[in-house]
């Protein structure tokens, strides 16, 4: 689940297809493991 202070970002990067929803479950998965600012883990893993 996208934490609710990120979910304009998430909605941004999918609406405007930078990133896919797997790309996001990746993303929320790292999260969930590490507790990473999801910006953070994005830029990581140069989906932005």
């Known amino acids: 689940m ?3 202070k990120n979910k304009w ?3 941004a ?3 405007k297809k930078i ?3 797997d790309q996001l ?3 929320l998965a790292r999260q969930r493991e590490t507790g990473e600012n999801l910006e ?3 830029v ?3 989906f932005v």
């Open 13 to 15: 990067l999918l609406d």
């Open 2 to 4: 996208v934490p609710e």
């Open 40 to 42: 953070k883990i994005l």
């Open 9 to 11: 970002l998430v909605k």
């Open 25 to 27: 479950t990746e993303v």
């Open 19 to 21: 990133i896919t929803p």
């Open 44 to 46: 990581d893993l140069k």
